[in-house]
């Protein structure tokens, strides 16, 4: 089973910068992705940011230049590097990924607990 535990939200004005983290644990034979989703009250989730096997990264054209995603590979942790916050990036942040796990049949999902920013205006 693949764990994965976040930290680094809160609430910061709009202008300012938060970092969130993700540490994935357990015994995991593979990543395929890390990376963020959030999801605002009545909204879906949606893609913040991802890292891919192989290095490559995408992003969501409203965090574009503003977010970075970046990943420390010997720690099997993922950080969303967040400047310019504006209101709308209000919500909670979940951490995803792709993992095949130890006692997986598969490549699957796996999600964090969600971590709540707020960006006061």
């Known amino acids: 089973q693949v764990q994965l535990v976040e930290s680094g939200g809160g609430l910061v004005r709009a202008g300012g910068s938060l970092r969130l983290s993700c540490a994935a644990s357990g015994r995991i034979l593979s990543i395929t992705t890390m990376g963020w989703f959030r999801q605002a009250p009545g909204k879906l989730r949606e893609l913040v940011a991802r890292w891919r096997s192989g290095g490559s990264t995408n992003y969501a054209d409203a965090v574009m230049g503003r977010f970075t995603i970046s990943r420390d590979n010997a720690e099997n942790t993922v950080y969303l590097q967040m400047n310019s916050l504006k209101p709308e990036d209000t919500a909670v942040y979940y951490c995803?990924?792709?993992?095949?796990?130890?006692?997986?049949?598969?490549?699957?999902?796996?999600w964090g607990q969600g971590t709540q920013v707020t960006v006061s205006s």
């Open positions: 995803h990924g792709l993992f095949f796990g130890y006692t997986d049949i598969a490549t699957r999902d796996y």
